[in-house]
């Protein structure tokens, strides 16, 4: 007996389109049941485009080659996820603090913070591009961003991919999305549910985009700096001993007003801008205990 077809999902393109097209002209929407990657297609569309490319949401309701930072996989399972890519013309005076703006957007349509108020469960942010459900019982990755710029004639294209576990994915652990080298990582990921039960795919990216856009499009004109203390308040790393890539050790201190990551080393204050290195906490054994979260 061939197994019973998954039900469609409804997914909210017109609600989506109507919110976001008035601040961009000529923004699409659309869906795709299977595609290696959203953001390899939208590559792939923008190297073959004529004439110029319109700004696009395309999801994916499967991938089958989902990529993440630094060359890794990402694996997602239809219906257990939700993958997107946004890609827009952009003209930022400067890049650095892009995916740290997406970041902060996603987490704070899904789970603002109340000014003041604890937060024991709550959407934290990984600099440069996690996002993590953190709560008493850990912390664990409940997403990842990729952004992936490419010229077009003389504009500049910006691909903000963005992959979330919306339910626990049934994968073997060593598969599973958020397992990067790192001891936050040890638990497996999370998912969105654990936070906002019932939540599906569809809801998530209808509260996720058109803030999103706006986001982004707020980055374009003023910069990092106005997100710093948004990026603060959920910063996962501030005031935990670190280690970069290259094997040095310090402790992070938040982003700069440029997006950098700022980690205090032996010699003196480092600003981390590099996309290639990576960061990781240093178990607490190695190194100071972690900032007890609010
Ligand atoms: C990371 O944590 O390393 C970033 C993961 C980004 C995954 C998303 S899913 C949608 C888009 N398409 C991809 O192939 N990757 C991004």
Redesign the pocket.
């Known amino acids: 007996m061939s197994p019973t077809p998954a039900p469609p999902i409804r997914w909210p393109a017109e609600a989506i389109w109507e919110a976001v097209a008035p601040g961009l002209p000529g923004f699409t929407v659309e869906v795709l049941p299977e595609i290696?990657?959203?953001?390899?297609e939208l590559m792939r569309r923008l190297r073959s485009a004529e004439p110029r490319p319109e700004p696009i949401l395309l999801v994916?309701e499967q991938?089958t080659?989902?990529?993440?930072?630094?060359g890794?996989q990402?694996h997602?399972q239809r219906g257990d996820?939700l993958?997107?890519?946004l890609g827009l013309p952009l003209q930022p005076a400067a890049w650095s603090g892009l995916s740290l703006v997406a970041g902060i957007s996603v987490a704070e349509s899904l789970n603002p913070l109340p000014a003041g108020a604890p937060h024991a469960e709550h959407i934290g942010l990984k600099w440069p591009?996690?996002l993590w459900l953190c709560g008493p019982d850990g912390e664990r990755?409940l997403?990842?961003?990729?952004v992936e710029t490419a010229s077009w004639d003389q504009l500049r294209f910006v691909i903000i991919?963005?992959?979330l576990n919306i339910r626990t994915p049934a994968l073997p652990p060593a598969e599973a999305?958020?397992n990067?080298p790192s001891s936050m990582a040890a638990l497996p990921p999370g998912a969105l549910q654990g936070l906002l039960p019932g939540i599906s795919a569809a809801d998530a990216l209808l509260r996720i985009v058109p803030p999103l856009v706006q986001a982004v499009q707020a980055f374009a004109q003023f910069g990092f700096a106005p997100f710093q203390s948004r990026f603060a308040a959920r910063d996962v790393l501030a005031g935990r001993a670190v280690q970069l890539s290259d094997g040095t050790q310090g402790s992070a201190h938040g982003a700069g007003e440029d997006g950098a990551l700022l980690v205090h080393t032996a010699a003196g204050m480092k600003e981390i801008t590099s996309s290639e290195v990576s960061v990781r906490p240093v178990p607490a054994a190695a190194g100071t205990s972690p900032k007890a979260r609010p």
């Open positions: 290696d990657s959203t953001n390899t994916a991938q080659a989902g990529r993440g930072r630094q890794r990402w997602s996820s993958t997107f890519s591009n996690d990755k997403g990842g961003i990729l991919g963005i992959g999305p958020g990067a």
